[in-house]
């Protein structure tokens, strides 16, 4: 391959010559983009003519119309012809920038934005927040990255210049044709583009930012050259006034030029690099070929997408970044999935045998970690994101046997066959334990975070052996905060620490304590997680049983057993060894999802209920139960204390008689589903001594073939 630096350009015929890539957006002309174009090619003959002519206005309104007819490029929908279609996001959601944080309907959200973005105000993705930007667009969002940080969040800014709203409007303006949805385009778009000139302040090819002043990273610049792109595939740009869509055009291309200053960047093993210095220039090659610059991307950028997919993601399917919504919906979802299936489309080489086998694990993995409802688990940053379309992704771009049979039982309620679906999976190089009762809607699930050689991911946490635990259905045991906690924290905030450190997550604190206090995590981005091995793992036809355990602390062991049994519940055995050195207790910590109430029966036991689903919680070995809420995220997070969902702090030390000794402590718990026993009184109370005795007499044998036919019972 030809090696480029970064003013090198080509002319149509292939010969080099040197072009200073610009650095202001406010300042580029028309002639920068025709002089960018390949004019020899046939279908822009008639632009080529009026250009060489010197009759600009013709040129422009001929460069629009090729792009309206063009059949060259396939892209994931297409909406220019007539007469005007709806748009349907719901049918690709990831086809769209808008479908970040998405928590429903895409089509709804589209048409709830570009509504509210007429009315000068922005709904961020996810519609989790409004921006009022003013009668007069007097009210832009601002955030400068060098004097903003820890004040504030950036998230406001980041999403704005991506401009998913444009899509938005798109949507709204295709759902009826309104022609003031096309006015207020036209009117957002020129604002848009006279707050936010991209002034390029770092030109190095290292650089992740473009400009400070105005908080713009490489990774926003090329989502909005990609959303600009797709306007196109829409009718609105062949709707408005000739300049206006040839403004657009402009601007996709200054945008995508910047690209070029990263071909002789050095290789960086991250998700931002991945996208910036891969799939951006391999999707600029394919989509706009008429440009022999951004034709010139295709062989590196394809190369870089192959290594990360290679370096990145492990034989298992695992994703270096420990979190479910980042290797989901982050790097496969919103990145991979655009390169994968354009290429597809476009019958395109991107994937080696080695990448593609990746990409079938990791789509494999993706639907055996399907819990029973709408939503992924929150492991690791961010809120869990939605199930289906992420399967929809594994069917269009591979195929996959899996994914196809999974979401066809989601629709119509079907059993799935469990030699195409095992219920059970156990990966610590993926870094997750999970079982089920069944694929459907009521089943029973457990998740539990264990991973070994994470390195350092800026989307880990501190979530060694942490849980979540969903009956019939119901999610009983998660980390309700996650998603809100990681779209509000400020750089350096006590929040910011609490959300990544051991403290937020389902697992046991040495003597009331985490590894490291949260101020360690509070401030800048990775997390080097320690590994949490699986030593033992066993799968029976009525459930599983495993062992794991980590050494952070450096001064006890933390081994954690489980055994799940499909249909009765889940015993959790979790033992500090070498964990009598302080006199505080450990605690053994559960944050309940939203909506579980939780009735203390007495200093060992709890019944825990929601929508009609009963768990009774059983303890041996316990000193102490301690409800509580988390009422520091109030008010900064949380407004009020009614939104915060209980925590379950069980207390365990070790008895007097071993305090002398550096010894073994163990706390037992059994949670054993209830639903169906009939309604206890005062004078029919739950068999406590006797679940707890049955509880003790299967500690010892977990790791039996026969544990499970001993599971306790009613």
């Known amino acids: ?60 309104k ?59 105000r922005y709904l961020l993705p996810g519609a989790r927040k409004v921006e009022d930007l003013g009668p007069a667009f007097e009210s832009m969002i601002h955030f400068n990255f060098l004097e903003d940080q820890g004040k504030r969040h950036r998230h406001s800014l980041n999403m704005f210049v991506r401009g998913q709203f444009l899509e938005a409007l798109c949507v709204l303006y295709h759902e009826d044709g309104d022609r003031n949805v096309l006015a207020s385009f036209t009117e957002i778009i020129h604002k848009f583009f006279e707050t936010y000139p991209l002034v390029v302040e770092d030109p190095t090819p290292e650089a992740s930012r473009f400009q400070f002043t105005e908080d713009r990273d490489a990774m926003s610049v090329g989502w909005l050259t990609m959303v600009l792109i797709s306007l196109f595939y829409t009718r609105v740009p062949y709707e408005i006034d000739t300049d206006t869509a040839f403004e657009l055009l402009k601007h996709i ?24 210095r891969g799939l951006v220039p391999f999707l600029l090659s394919i989509l706009l070929p008429e440009i022999p610059d951004f034709r010139a991307y295709k062989e590196r ?93 594994g069917r269009s771009i591979m195929d996959h046997p899996m994914c196809t049979m999974l979401l066809d039982a989601r629709v119509t309620g079907q059993e799935t066959d469990p030699s195409v679906l095992p219920l059970d999976v156990c990966s610590q190089r993926a870094g997750f334990l999970c079982s089920k009762s069944s694929y459907g809607p009521k089943g029973n699930y457990l998740l539990m ?32 905060y996650s998603g809100k906690l990681y779209h509000s924290i400020r750089m350096g905030s006590p929040h910011r620490g609490y959300m990544y450190n051991m403290t937020s997550h389902n697992t046991v604190l040495a003597h009331e304590e985490p590894v490291l206090p949260d101020t360690m ?7 080097y997680r320690p590994d949490s ?49 302080q006199t505080a207790p450990h605690i053994q910590r559960w944050h309940l ?41 109030c008010p900064e997070i949380y407004t009020s204390e009614d939104l915060l969902a209980p925590i379950l702090d069980i207390c365990f030390a070790a008895p007097e008689d071993k305090k002398v000794d550096i010894s073994t402590v163990g706390l037992s718990l059994l949670m054993l589903d209830v639903t169906d026993a009939p309604d206890r009184s005062p004078a029919a109370p739950w068999p406590l001594s006797s679940l707890k005795a049955q509880l003790s007499a299967v500690i010892p044998m977990m790791e039996d073939k026969e544990a499970l036919n001993h599971f306790p019972s009613l």
């Not at 080099?16 to 406010?26: G, Q, T």
């Not at 995590?521 to 997390?527: E, I, L, Q, S, T």
């Not at 709890?606 to 041996?620: R, T």
């Open 1 to 60: 391959m030809t090696e480029i630096n970064s003013n090198t350009a080509y002319s149509p015929k292939g010969i080099k010559h040197r072009r200073p890539i610009p650095d202001r957006e406010a300042e580029i002309t028309d002639q920068q983009l025709f002089e960018a174009l390949d004019l020899e090619l046939p279908g822009l003959s008639a632009v080529k003519s009026a250009w060489r002519q010197g009759d600009t206005s013709a040129a422009k």
């Open 253 to 276: 291309w200054f945008l995508g030029i910047q690209f070029q200053r990263f071909e002789s960047d050095s290789y960086r093993p991250y998700n931002h690099h991945m996208w910036e």
């Open 521 to 527: 995590y509070a401030n800048k981005w990775g997390v």
């Open 301 to 393: 950028g394809a190369e870089i997408v192959c290594r990360h997919i290679k370096e990145d993601f492990n034989e298992d399917g695992g994703y270096n970044e420990h979190s479910i919504a980042y290797w989901s919906g982050a790097a496969v979802g919103e990145m991979l999935f655009r390169g994968i299936y354009l290429a597809k489309l476009n019958q395109e080489q991107l994937l080696d045998k080695e990448a593609d086998r990746k990409m079938y694990a990791t789509f494999s993995l993706l639907a055996m970690l399907t819990p029973p409802g709408p939503l992924y688990p929150a492991l690791g940053d961010n809120g869990g994101p939605l199930v289906d379309p992420i399967l929809g992704l």
């Open 593 to 633: 999802m939203p909506g579980t109430a939780c009735h203390v029966l007495n200093d060992t036991s709890v019944l825990l209920e929601k929508n009609g689903v009963s768990i009774l919680c059983i303890w041996s070995g316990c000193q102490d139960i301690r409800v509580w809420k988390n009422t520091a995220l």
């Open 449 to 480: 975070s264990a991973k070994t050689d994470c390195g350092c991911s800026g989307h880990n946490h501190m979530d060694m052996l942490s849980l979540f635990v969903t009956f019939r259905g119901e999610e009983f045991i998660g980390e309700p």
């Open 533 to 581: 091995p699986v030593t033992d793992y066993r799968t029976e036809p009525d459930g599983i049983y495993v062992r794991a355990h980590h050494d952070a602390y450096t001064y006890c062991r933390h081994t954690r057993r489980l055994l799940f049994h499909r249909t009765r519940g889940l015993i959790v055995r979790d033992e500090m060894e070498r964990g009598s050195r």
């Open 62 to 120: 001929a460069l629009v119309n090729y792009f309206e007819t063009r059949s060259n490029v396939a892209y994931y929908y297409d909406y220019r012809r007539l007469p005007l279609q709806k748009m349907e996001p719901d049918e690709l959601p990831y086809a769209y920038q808008s479908s970040l944080g998405l928590r429903g309907s895409l089509k709804e959200f589209c048409l709830q934005s570009g509504k509210s973005m007429m009315e000068h």
